[in-house]
């Protein structure tokens, strides 16, 4: 999928309307273009502000006193309706206002939480690197290879760990991308299953990821360990996942 075609469909992939194939393609381009990175970004930080910085301004007074003016209760004051027709015209404007206001809430509600949408984002980034099959960029058990590997093209240098004597073996790492900005996958195995760690520094963000999720038959875990975040995901037993977690801490802890 080219530049072009991907900016034209970047509105509805940040707002997840599309279908799974055009999001998967658009999703193994980002990493690779700093142009559409640009770009998802500050469609990301629109939406956002749309969401939750949108500006309300208070209708001045001689506006106010028109649309008062213009409004059913003038006009029948004037022409002396019935107080009855009236009562019922303004429980039908209340009861049309009160029908709006609960639309617009419950659409406020339906939209995902910043929370949600980056679980979803590193799931979907697990699931790709399987699809795939990329999911490494440099294939190795060795953490004096895959370490040394990350120099030069992240801001940070990852703790990597081959845990093969607790079941859990190193087999690589790649570069990856979510949460607007350019991470580390480590990637590890259990038995058949693969676990994908990604790793990023917390920054100045109050992280509020779940400590544990469990979505569409995956898992993940999380932690936060000397101003980096971690996040685990894998479709193994659950149990395992946060035996890889605590043996992972345990490591850094040495």
């Known amino acids: ?37 640009t770009q ?16 309300y301004f208070k209708a001045p007074n001689h506006l106010a006193q028109r649309i008062k003016l213009a409004l059913p209760s003038a006009a029948l004051q ?83 760990f081959d845990l093969t004597t607790e079941g859990f073996p190193l087999i690589g790492g790649r570069m990856d991308y979510f949460n607007h900005r350019s991470t580390a996958a480590l990637v ?5 299953h693969i676990i994908n760690l990604f790793i990023a520094p917390l920054g100045n963000r109050k992280d509020i990821s779940p400590e544990r999720l469990t979505r569409q038959g995956y898992y993940l875990t999380h932690w936060i360990h000397n101003g980096m975040a971690f996040w685990a995901v894998s479709d193994v037993d659950p149990s395992q996942l946060e035996k890889f977690r605590e043996i992972f801490l345990a490591s850094m802890s040495r």
Request: net charge neutral.
């Open 1 to 37: 999928m080219e530049c072009k075609e991907i900016q034209d469909l970047m509105s509805a992939y940040v707002d997840r309307e599309l279908a799974l194939r055009e999001a998967l393609a658009i999703e193994q381009h980002l990493p690779n273009c700093v142009r559409c990175q």
């Open 40 to 55: 998802y970004a500050e469609h990301t930080k629109l939406r956002t502000a749309l969401k939750n910085d949108a500006a």
């Open 78 to 160: 004037k022409s002396h309706a019935p107080l009855r027709a009236w009562s019922w015209l303004n429980f039908g404007a209340v009861l049309a206002s009160i029908i709006a206001i609960a639309w617009s809430t419950g659409l406020y509600f339906m939209l995902p939480s910043a929370n949600d949408r980056l679980m979803d984002e590193l799931i979907s980034n697990h699931v790709r690197s399987l699809q795939v099959a990329h999911s490494t960029d440099v294939a190795s058990s060795d953490l004096h290879t895959v370490k040394p590997w990350f120099n030069g093209k992240l801001d940070f240098s990852p703790p990597v």
């Open 188 to 192: 590890y195995r259990h038995r058949q």
